[in-house]
């Protein structure tokens, strides 16, 4: 039983120093991918399902002085350079600013249009309001690349223990 104990110990401890490694260029990536692809979509015309709803809470932010045909092109533009601000890695403080700032008007139209985001306000959701609130993974997706670049990783585990309140008072 211990040389199974070991075996497992050896195999669990090469995965986790594999995902510690992959994991943040992974989930950058894939961030980059989802806002380049939901980006270009926009510049197509009815390609994209939050177009609508996109184009209306913009010209609401905006009192009526921003209208779809400004603000879609505007919107794409902004979502591909995110994309390809992850994926290069280039810029990628400025990056993720921009994305923080798209994720906040994201959210707006839970509060702009509960009607089309909740069947039953604030518990049920609609397909549009279940889209809106899958941002909360990316959102914290880009919290996990941002505490990165300053030179932040993961580890695979605890290499030294850190004792906090020890001794007398």
């Known amino acids: 039983m211990n040389g199974l104990n070991a075996t497992y110990e050896r195999v669990d401890a090469r995965i986790t ?11 950058r990536m894939g961030l980059g991918l989802v806002f380049f692809w939901f980006g270009v979509l926009k510049f197509f015309p009815g390609l994209s ?4 709803l996109a184009a ?11 209208g779809p045909s400004v603000s879609l092109p505007i919107l794409a533009t902004w ?14 403080r400025a990056t993720l600013l921009l994305l923080a700032l798209q994720m906040a008007g994201t959210v707006t139209p ?14 049920a959701p609609t397909l549009e309001g279940q889209y809106i609130i899958k941002n909360v ?18 580890v695979p585990e605890s290499r030294e223990a850190v004792v906090i309140g020890s001794g007398s008072p």
């Open 79 to 92: 979502e591909c350079l995110i994309g390809l601000g992850l994926w290069s890695g280039l810029f990628l």
């Open 17 to 27: 120093a594999v995902l510690a490694r992959i994991a943040v260029p992974t989930l």
């Open 56 to 66: 209306r809470t913009i010209e609401t932010l905006s009192g009526g002085a921003i």
């Open 110 to 123: 839970l509060f702009l249009f509960p009607a089309e985001t909740f069947t039953v306000f604030p518990i």
């Open 137 to 154: 993974v990316l959102i914290g997706a880009a919290m996990v690349v941002g505490a990165t670049v300053r030179g932040g990783r993961i």
């Open 49 to 52: 399902p939050a177009e609508d």
